[in-house]
Nanobody, 126 residues
Framework: QVQLVESGGGLVQAGGSLRLSCAAS????????MGWFRQVPGKEREFVAA????????YYADSVKGRFSISRDNAKNTVYLQMNTLKPEDTAVYYC???????????????????WGQGTQVTVSS
């Protein structure tokens, strides 16, 4: 049974930082592109960042480029999202997802990801 479990969310002031983690089990983690998405109630899910299976390639949404950094540790079956210079508009539930088929971190289409975590809330106060 595949499980993706996010952690690290919370309340932070604008300009602050948070580091999200996503621990995976039940899959061959090093075979999957891993992505982070976010969603605000009433809005569509939004791609944030993704990283290739090897960790050598990454891709970011324009809205977070230069502020967020995605990384992974295949020995720990964990993907991270370091979020710096947070803004109130970054407030959302953040989800990690695993993609086996595309083979590319440029897959921004959530419908093509195979597995999802339950999400972690990030709230940025102004």
């Amino acid at each position: 049974q595949v499980q993706l479990v996010e952690s690290g969310g919370g309340l932070v002031q604008a300009g602050g930082s948070l580091r999200l983690s996503c621990a995976a089990s039940g899959l061959t983690f090093s075979s999957y592109t891993m992505g982070w998405f976010r969603q605000v109630p009433g809005k569509e899910r939004e791609f944030v960042a993704a990283i290739s299976w090897s960790g050598r390639a990454t891709y970011y949404a324009d809205s977070v480029k230069g502020r967020f950094s995605i990384s992974r540790d295949n020995a720990k079956n964990t993907v991270y999202l370091q979020m710096n210079t947070l803004k109130p508009e970054d407030t959302a539930v953040y989800y990690c997802a695993a993609d086996y088929r595309s083979g590319s971190p440029r897959n921004t289409n959530g419908a093509r990801y195979d597995y999802w975590g339950q999400g972690t809330q990030v709230t940025v106060s102004s």
